[in-house]
């Protein structure tokens, strides 16, 4: 079985197949009468399941994702680089579609300059682990990745990420209404500051109630202050991985208040692209 046959296979039926292609430590959880159960109750009243997306984990390990036909349901399965099922869900999908087609009022860009990879993004929970949260439904976060890396080196340093240091833009013109700037970024790498979830960040507002909402930048490197006026593309600082972030990373969202947590997310008017998810590459 290859990794994207596996839905294909779910649908027909053949649970025997996809279970002789899970690894020990699945098995050790899991028999195969238990997951043959489990997949049945899934499958009731499902026709197809179409692919959504396919991401690496830095060559050890890819995650596939499926939705039903129907958007309730779907498969999230994580195979090891030796194509072993080390991990599978069936999830129930929820949906705001009242929300998800009402776009900003502002046409934006990514905050980014050169090619990044979408890690969370889309209209549900399988592709972005955001959409459940009100606050930042419609958030991105992007990594840059060569030869299927985020990284070279010891992967515990903040400066082996190539995002680590990348210049953050202004994605729309607006007013600078929000900054921090003197958190430190995490390291080792992997040791998360739940504390202060968005880390060092800038809040613009570009009328229209509508706010960008960007997060993680590196410590001190913000070279803006509030009260600037900034046009899209300018320089508002460096990548960083301060706060709530596993590695260095973008994080951006757009809401309604320059609140954090007391706003409604808005989904982003891309010029020219308004369907990115995760596993895709954006380049500008």
């Known amino acids: ?11 027909q039926g053949d649970f025997e197949t996809v279970y002789s292609q899970t690894s020990n430590e699945f098995q050790n959880e899991i028999s195969l009468d238990e ?6 109750d899934f499958t009731k009243d499902i026709t197809g399941l ?26 999230v ?3 090891n680089k030796d194509d072993l099922m080390d991990g599978i869900q069936f999830l129930p999908v929820e949906s705001y579609p009242e929300t998800d087609e009402v776009y900003t009022k502002t046409m934006f860009t990514p905050p980014f300059k050169g090619e990044w990879l979408v890690v969370w993004g889309g209209i549900n929970t399988l592709v972005n682990y955001h959409y459940e949260y009100e606050s930042q439904r419609y958030a991105y976060d992007f990594i840059v990745v060569k030869d299927k890396r985020s990284y070279e080196g010891d992967k515990e340093l903040n400066e082996s990420y190539y995002a680590f240091g990348e210049e953050y833009i202004a994605p729309a013109d607006g007013i600078v209404v929000g900054i921090e700037n003197d958190i430190k ?7 998360s500051n739940t504390d202060e979830p968005a880390g060092n960040y ?3 507002d570009h009328g229209n109630d509508e706010f960008s909402h960007l ?13 600037d006026t900034v046009k899209r593309g300018d320089l508002l600082g460096l990548v960083g991985n301060s706060g709530n972030s596993s590695e260095a990373h973008i994080h951006f969202h757009v809401a309604d208040s320059s ?5 409604k997310s808005i989904r982003i008017n891309f010029d020219g692209n308004n369907d990115m998810h995760q596993g895709d590459i954006i380049t500008r």
């Open 1 to 11: 079985m290859q990794p994207k046959e596996l839905a294909n296979l779910i649908l």
């Open 35 to 40: 997951f043959r159960e489990i997949a049945e």
């Open 50 to 75: 179409e692919f959504q997306s396919e991401l690496l984990d830095n060559d050890e390990s890819k995650q596939y994702v499926w939705l039903d036909d129907s958007g309730t349901k779907g498969i």
């Open 77 to 79: 399965a994580v195979f």
């Open 185 to 191: 970024d995490n390291e080792p790498v992997g040791v």
């Open 202 to 204: 800038v809040i613009l």
């Open 215 to 227: 997060s993680h930048f590196k410590y001190q490197s913000i070279v803006v202050k509030e009260g």
């Open 259 to 263: 609140d954090l947590w007391d706003s």
